[in-house]
Nanobody, 124 residues
């Protein structure tokens, strides 16, 4: 069974930075992709970024390109989301998710495993 646990959320002023962590356990992840999604109050969950564990290729939502960076540490089985130049509209609960396969990686319904999420609040 895959387990995912996020950490690193908090309150930050606009223009600031945060780094989120997603610690993964339960199996080897060489065939998995790990993604970050976010959900703001009253809004649908949206794709933020994804990294393929094998090879490390990445994809980003247009809204975060150039500001957020997703990376992984194989030895720690941890995926990070470095968030810079944060804006109030980035406020949301951020969750990491895992799945096998490469298609439709932006679709949250294709992910099998989810962490509980961590709150990110950006004040103006």
């Amino acid at each position: 069974q895959v387990q995912l646990v996020e950490s690193g959320g908090g309150l930050v002023q606009a223009g600031g930075s945060l780094r989120l962590s997603c610690a993964a356990s339960g199996r080897t992840f060489s065939s998995y992709g790990i993604a970050w999604f976010r959900q703001a109050p009253g809004k649908e969950r949206e794709f933020v970024a994804r990294i393929r564990w094998s090879g490390g290729s990445t994809e980003y939502a247009d809204s975060v390109k150039g500001r957020f960076t997703i990376s992984r540490d194989n030895a720690k089985s941890t995926v990070y989301l470095q968030m810079n130049s944060l804006k109030p509209e980035d406020t949301a609960v951020y969750s990491c998710a895992a799945r096998q396969g490469a298609t439709d990686f932006y679709d949250s319904y294709t992910y099998n495993y989810w962490g509980p999420g961590t709150q990110v609040t950006v004040s103006s």
